[in-house]
Every structure is written in C-alpha cells, then in structure tokens.
C-alpha cells in the first residue's frame, strides 16, 4: 500500500469526531435523554406521581446512571491513559471500544416505550458512552504526532469543528425523516421512513442503530489514513511499566504548579460542561415542556454556533493562546447557568413574562447557542492548553493524563444534579450545582501559565 500523505492523516484523525459526535449530540443530548426522560416520567404519572415530581424523578434517574458510567470511566481511564503511551498498537484498542460504542448505540433500539426497563436501557446507554469516551482516550493520543505544535490549536479547532457539523447534519437527518413529534410525524410532517411505527416510537428508537451506523461509515476514513508506524513511541514492559510511567508523572505534579492548576481546573469546568449537555435538553423538556422536535431544533442551533466557533476559536488561539479563550468561555457559561436556574414558563429572575408569551423560549435558544459556540471553542482550546505543557518526548502520556483528568470526576456532576433535583423535587433547581462546578474552573486558571511549561 502507498504511504499515507501527513494531509490525509489529518484528515483521518479529525474523522473520528465527525464519526464519533452523534453519540453526544444525539443520544446524550437532543434526543434519547429527553426521550428517556417523557417515557420515564409519563410512566411515573401512570402510577401516582406529581408532574413535578415525576419529571424530577426522571431527571434523577437518568443522572445515576451516568453518574455510575462516569465511575467506570474514571477507574478504568487510569490504566488506559497510560497505554496511551506505552502502547504502540493504538489503533488496536480504538477498534476494540468501537465495538462498545457501536453495541451500545444500537441497543437503544429496545427502548420500547410499552417494555421500557430503566436498567437495560441505562446499561446499554452506558456501554456505549464507554466506547465513546476511550476512544476519544486514544485518538487524542495520537494529535501531538500530526504535525508540528504550532499548528495543533488549529488541527484541534478544526477537529472539533467538523465533529460538530457532523452532529448538525446527523441531528437534521434524525429530525426530517425519523423522530415523532405528539401527531406521530416528523419535522417535515410526514410519518417516518421505511415503514418505523410512530404509536411504538420507532422512529425516535430508531435514534440508536443510525448512531451506530453513522460511526461505522466515518471510521473508515480513520482506519485507512490514520497508520502508526510500529511501536511508535512505545515502551516495553507492559501495564506494569505504563503504569509506573503514570505514577511517576502524578507525583511530579506537585512540582509542575501550572500543569497542576490546569488539569484540576479542567477537571471542574469540563465536568459542568458535560453537565450542560446532558440535562440542558432535559430541561427544555421539564421546565418549557419543549417537544422532542422543539429540542431537536435547539440542538441544530447549538450544533452549529459550536462548529462555527470552534473553527475560528482555533485560528483565535493560536493568536492569542488558549487561556483568555478558556476565560471568557466559563465566565460566559456560568452566566447562562444563572440565566436556566432563574427561569420558569411564566418569569426570569421573578419578573412575569406576559400570558402565553414565547419570551422563555427565545431565551432558551439563546442559551443554547452560546452552550454550543463556547463549549465547542472550551473543549479545542482546552486541547491546545494541554499540549502547551506537554514534553514533546512524552507528549501521548501527557494526553492520557489529560483524559485522566477528563474523567476522574466525570460523575461528579451527574451526581450533584440527580441528587438535587432528588432533594429539591425541581428539574431547574437540580442544574444549580453546575454554576459551583463552573467557578472553582474558573477560580484555578489563576495558576495556569499562558504558555503553559514552554517558554515564551
């Protein structure tokens, strides 16, 4: 076979986020959480509950499992951050967890709203989140040895960028032709394609196996571009030896002030952020009791703002560096998190909205695009702040400590908001805790140097 041109490699890596983006914009966000949350909490109201409290409930349950997900993750990303580096045979264990990912995508199928087990259905949602998050683990891996490190804040940028158009055109293809609204047709008015029954929901079931599909046909760009040469960057030894290696660097943390500040910064403020993904369209439908359709267009606006500002955030960074775009972006998110737990249908911040007005709605979308534009210029310029303290000799260990840091607390905020939606018995007030999660983030980057342990 010819050898591979560093472009089409490239081309290859950034792949793997429009592969791989549906999973959280799809699934996560947009359209199975919510309707995981309309079936669990109908079924809640079947049997007695409040409305209120049926849809906290759901809310509730729906972050237990992810918080139990979240655990997993955070044990596991440990062992496999350190085969980041040591492992030369990345791409094998991409394609092992792309198993888990397409598996659990798929098994979404059995949603059935008149057989709808909580635990199955959590379980196959959590196996491919698992896919999903350790491959990221190690696809991440491999950007320090794309090309050179003044050109990585725009390969991240960019990747980030094309892994959310990727979402828009998903979430359009999902909304056009499959997800039923209340009538039973889609957002073209018809009924949905290749004979799905709306009265099973099988049109928005229908959600999980086209996942899955979409990730099976754009890894393949991945797998014939992206080649590691043998044993690249790889160690002998095994797990006893990577995770020495892993080890060794956390100790050392102490000593590296601004690497320290940063990982446990993005530790929080990543946190909040997934936090905002995966229950923002689970208020949408709690709160303004949005449509599966409604919340698929919110998720089209926020798709797009992320592809559009992660694209230029890319080329801003490398101007300005990561840090001041990593400011503005949490101080700009913890603004639109008062701006949700201080809405209702009828008021913002207790000042009455008139009868039947769509002011909360527009407010709403709003709030969406800016989640969308500053998590998507957060999560590049996030990368790029990484590589900026990373040893060029070392860099793939540094990034699966990055992915360590990613998702050691990736239930925290899960956590918080099922539990406080659980005390409070209120889907707005359960998103309380992610302003907290969002300030101590922002309050650490006060220790992270611009230029990370590089010189100036």
Not at 72 to 77: E, N, R
Request: proline share 4%.
């Amino acid at each position: 076979m010819t050898e591979v041109s560093a472009k089409k490699r490239i081309w290859g890596w950034m792949m793997f986020d429009w592969a791989s983006q549906p999973y959280h914009t799809l699934l996560l966000t947009f359209i199975f959480g919510p309707y995981f949350a309309e079936i669990v909490a109908n079924s809640l109201m079947t049997s007695g509950m409040t409305p209120d409290a049926a849809k906290a409930q759901a809310q509730a349950y729906w972050g237990y499992g992810l918080s139990i997900t979240g655990l997993i993750i955070a044990f596991s990303a440990p062992v496999l951050g350190a085969f980041a580096d040591s492992s030369g045979r990345r791409t094998l264990w991409i394609k092992t967890f792309s198993v888990l990912y397409v598996l659990g995508a798929g098994g979404l199928w059995f949603a059935d709203p008149g057989n709808f087990n909580i635990a199955i259905v959590l379980m196959f949602f959590g196996i491919g989140l698992i896919g999903a998050e350790f491959t990221t683990i190690f696809t991440n891996s491999i950007l320090p040895t794309l090309a050179p490190p003044e050109d990585i804040g725009r390969i991240s940028g960019s990747g980030f960028a094309l892994g959310y158009w990727g979402g828009v055109i998903s979430l359009f293809i999902m909304l056009l032709f499959f997800a039923e609204n209340a009538t039973g047709v889609t957002l073209l008015g018809i009924s949905p394609l290749f004979g799905l029954e709306s009265g099973a929901r099988e049109g928005t079931r229908f959600v999980g196996p086209f996942t899955a599909l979409w990730f099976i046909i754009g890894m393949i760009p991945f797998f014939l571009w992206v080649r590691e040469t043998p044993r690249e960057n790889a160690t002998e030894g095994g797990v006893k030896t990577a995770l020495g290696s892993l080890w060794k660097t956390i100790k050392s943390l102490p000593q590296r002030s601004s690497l320290f500040a940063f990982l446990t910064s993005s530790l929080f403020y990543r946190d909040a952020l997934n936090g905002l993904y995966g229950f923002g369209a689970l208020y949408a439908k709690a709160v303004l009791d949005w449509s599966i359709i409604q919340i698929g267009i919110f998720g089209i606006v926020g798709a797009i703002t992320a592809a559009i500002f992660a694209y230029f955030g890319g080329h801003i960074d490398q101007r300005t560096g990561p840090k001041p775009i990593l400011k503005v972006a949490i101080l700009v998110l913890i603004g639109v998190c008062i701006v949700v737990v201080s809405m209702t249908r009828e008021s913002l911040f207790g000042i009455q909205f008139l009868q039947g007005s769509s002011a909360p709605d527009i407010i709403f979308f709003i709030c969406g695009g800016l989640i969308g534009g500053m998590g998507g210029v957060l999560q590049a310029s996030s990368r790029t702040m990484m590589v900026r303290h990373a040893n060029p000799l070392h860099a793939t260990e540094a990034f699966g400590l990055y992915a360590l840091s990613g998702k050691a607390t990736s239930f925290l905020a899960p956590a918080l908001v099922a539990l406080t939606s659980d005390i409070s018995g209120n889907a707005r007030i359960g998103i309380t805790p992610l302003i907290a999660l969002f300030i101590i983030g922002l309050v650490l980057l006060v220790w992270v140097k611009p230029q990370g342990d590089q010189t100036a």
